[in-house]
């Protein structure tokens, strides 16, 4: 859902990753294991386009993670693109 309102947004690039094993503020550890399938499990979305252009998108979807409760962190971090 957010790869897709981020390209519907109109920003560059979107990619999800999903780990192998995590925890946050409930301190629940959550963790892949090849017998298990599972929908819980940490997930980064990692978004790449200019600042200017993320922040009002993260004010779109930040309504959503509000009323979702805890268990997701939304971070901004500078970065540089060597190769596109």
Known sequence: MIV????????TGA???KG???YGASSE????????????GPLIIE???????IEPFIDHIKP???KA??????TLDETTVVIH
Not at 4 to 11: I, Q
Not at 29 to 40: A, Q, R
Not at 47 to 53: A, L, M, T
Not at 69 to 74: F, I, L, P, S, Y
Request: charged letters at 20%.
């Open 4 to 11: 897709y309102a981020a390209g519907s947004f109109g920003l």
């Open 15 to 17: 990619a999800v990753l």
């Open 20 to 22: 192998i094993m995590g």
């Open 29 to 40: 550890v959550y963790s892949s294991k090849l017998w298990e399938i599972s929908e819980k």
């Open 47 to 53: 978004i790449i386009d200019e600042s200017h252009k």
């Open 64 to 66: 959503y993670f509000e």
């Open 69 to 74: 409760g805890k268990g997701h962190v939304v």
